[in-house]
């Protein structure tokens, strides 16, 4: 009798254990389904062209210490615009934050434009603070960013290696796997692909 | 027909529980609830505002009352039929092919649209409630029978919740592959 009531209590007790495992996996799919859900159209852009040298600009960032932007220097640089009032763009910092810890020789400079008061807000929610934040229009003037949120890639030369619209972490990824790849956007690569004999592809 | 205190009692439980979060969400977001219940137009303009103050307070009675064996009967008959309302509600919009309409059934933070899948979850919870106003079997109680009502009740909690999480991942599944 003794073991059967143990076995009866320890069947419930590892009942609730699975049902917590199954609600834990059903909201883990449904944080997946939110992260890859469909991103906006490609766009054709505008600016500087990727290849081309970064054009330089010097901004001042929150504290007003001035950061340089497109010269050659160390370390890689990656340029996230975003603005408070972007919901894409917060559920994109926790990505680029991951992605600054793992690379060791890439900068990342938040860039925006708007309210002080906002950005406050958003840098503690984030925890931001110690990361290079710049409040200016100048920067988005100049490499002529339309949509947000947007990221540029600048090599350690000065060049501007890849940029473009992200609304994902795979977008995110993406511009640094064009830089690996030597082609500036992925329709160049597929051009490249297509060209190289010996290499099929379906018609 | 009579039903075992077990079984009565875990209903009761887990229907206590899931009342008073569904409260909680209507009482916690009212305007999101007024537009909530305006949306499914159902009722006079006029009644809305008293109708989205008067479903939380009914849900937090219930919650209360099925807490108590002398006034769970009454309170299971009152979850029985809010369900059904619920469900009804639900079946004549989609009735009217309004699949569009939010369900508002867990707080804005978890939105999803109208879907048959609702109406299965609103009979499983009926059959709950009918498991909490039964008549019940008069039988001596011990330790090990108050581990099993509570063990069981979580179980059930945890289980709805599951069901309702996946019942709003769906529309996210098929709006990927382009169903929707």
């Known amino acids: 009798m003794q073991a059967l009531i143990v076995s009866n209590i320890l069947l419930w007790l590892l009942l609730i254990a699975t049902s917590l495992v199954l609600l834990g996996l059903i909201r883990q799919i449904g944080v997946l389904h939110s992260r890859i859900a469909p991103a906006g159209a490609l766009m054709l852009d505008k600016g500087v062209e990727v290849g081309k040298p970064a054009p330089q600009v010097t901004a001042a960032d929150r504290f007003g210490r001035p950061v340089n932007i497109g010269y050659a220097g160390e370390r890689s640089t990656l340029l996230f615009f975003l603005s408070p009032t972007c919901p894409i763009c917060k559920s994109l910092l926790p990505a680029i934050k991951s992605m600054n ?103 | ?117 609702l109406l299965a979850r609103n009979l499983a919870l009926a059959i709950v409630a009918l498991g909490a106003l039964l008549p019940l079997v008069d039988r001596p109680l011990g330790l090990h029978d108050s581990f099993i009502m509570i063990a069981a009740g979580t179980v059930l909690v945890l289980l709805y919740t599951a069901t309702d999480l996946w019942i709003s991942n769906r529309p996210l599944l098929l709006k990927l592959s382009g169903e929707q």
């Open chain 1, 101 to 203: 810890r793992s690379a060791n020789n890439l900068d990342v400079i938040y860039v925006s434009d708007g309210e002080a008061l906002e950005h406050d807000k958003l840098i503690s929610e984030a925890g931001l603070e110690k990361s290079t934040y710049v409040v200016s229009p100048d920067v988005g003037m100049t490499y002529q960013i339309g949509k947000l949120p947007y990221a540029v890639l600048i090599g350690q030369d000065g060049t501007l290696k890849a940029k473009g619209l992200v609304n994902s972490r795979e977008h995110l990824d993406s511009l640094f796997e064009t830089e690996l790849l030597g082609s500036s956007t992925l329709q160049d690569y597929i051009k490249v692909q297509t060209e190289s004999p010996g290499v099929h592809t379906p018609s």
């Open chain 2, 1 to 117: 027909m009579m039903i075992d205190p077990i079984i009565s009692t875990s209903a009761a439980l887990a229907l206590s529980v899931i009342f008073a979060s569904a409260a909680s969400h209507k009482l916690r977001h009212p305007h999101w609830f007024r537009r909530q219940v305006h949306e499914y137009e159902l009722i006079p303009g006029r009644l809305v505002p008293a109708a989205a103050r008067a479903l939380p307070a009914t849900e937090l009675l219930i919650a209360a009352g099925l807490l108590w064996s002398t006034s769970r009967p009454y309170a299971g008959v009152m979850a029985l039929l809010l369900v059904s309302l619920y469900g009804v509600a639900i079946a004549i919009n989609l009735a009217r092919g309004r699949k569009d309409i939010d369900c508002g059934c867990s707080g804005p933070a978890m939105r999803q649209p109208l879907q048959p899948a």
